[in-house]
């Protein structure tokens, strides 16, 4: 049931994207019992053709909206189109009128989102990488403004536009939210989140304060992510994650730092 709820969310019921979405399980031997993981598999040559052919008419306001909404990943208002492509009122109707008369996206009460998770994977793997992380970052700074409790989604925008340390920032704070609310695996997974993207980010700094900087939001990182570890009874872990906290302090020659991680490691 799980399996044929998450296939209808993907193709929006349309047959031949149903059809084609489970030929590729089966070829790939991936229906189970189990709920495989939709969100990574490859869209058929068959369905991107198609998909292709009806983007190919859309007029330049229609196929913007659709790579803006596409990189956006949430439904939309008509407002927030508006701020993140600055036309015209009118030619953003267009485009949506357009757009919704193609089944291309959906429209209730005034919030748009796409018919087909398909359409839009096909619409965003079709983005060059620069144009891409360019939407990401557009998106990421409007949301900023008015959304800024939606810590998860701005991370994993600000991440995907490069802008590496506000996504840091973002998936430590998401972190701190979820520890709160005791989801201890989201935690672990926001705070592993923002360590990685602050060590992809280190060997490419030069300037003596981002270094720092970015040494510091990692200890921060570390720390939080040993409590969640503590507090689901994983000691190995916790103190892997406290090694290398000291070692990053060593780094920075913070001597408080370096004693609170022997404190701990004491306790």
């Not at 403004?145 to 701005?154: Q, R």
């Not at 994650?241 to 730092?257: N, R, S, T, V």
Request: proline share 2%.
């Amino acid at each position: 049931q799980a399996l044929a709820t998450r296939l209808h969310q993907i193709s929006g019921g349309n047959p031949f994207f149903l059809f084609e979405t489970l030929q590729i399980l089966i070829e790939n031997h991936s229906i189970s019992s189990k709920l495989v993981d939709l969100d990574d598999f490859l869209i058929s040559k068959t369905v991107q053709e198609a998909i292709h052919q009806r983007l190919a008419s859309l007029n330049p306001t229609a196929r913007k909206i659709l790579e803006i909404t596409a990189v956006l990943n949430k439904s939309f208002s008509l407002d927030l189109v508006q701020m993140l492509t600055e036309d015209s009122e009118l030619e953003i109707l267009e485009g949506l009128e357009a757009l919704t008369t193609r089944h291309l996206l959906a429209e209730c009460d005034g919030k748009y989102q796409f018919h087909h998770e398909l359409v839009q994977t096909a619409v965003y793997n079709e983005l060059g990488y620069d144009r891409r992380r360019f939407l990401h970052r557009r998106c990421g700074a409007i949301l900023e403004k008015l959304h800024p409790g939606e810590t998860a989604l701005l991370a994993w925008h600000f991440e995907q536009g490069g802008e590496i340390g506000k996504a840091a920032g973002y998936a430590l704070q998401a972190g701190v939210n979820s520890s709160r609310v005791f989801a201890y695996s989201e935690a672990l997974e926001f705070f592993s989140r923002a360590l990685n993207v602050l060590k992809k980010k280190a060997p490419t700094l030069t300037v003596p304060e981002e270094i720092t900087a970015n040494y510091r939001a990692q200890l921060l990182a570390f720390s939080q992510r040993g409590s969640v570890f503590r507090s689901l009874g994983d000691m190995r872990s916790y103190q892997n994650d406290f090694e290398e906290e000291a070692h990053i302090a060593g780094l920075l020659g913070d001597k408080a730092a370096i004693a609170k991680v022997h404190l701990r490691k004491a306790n």
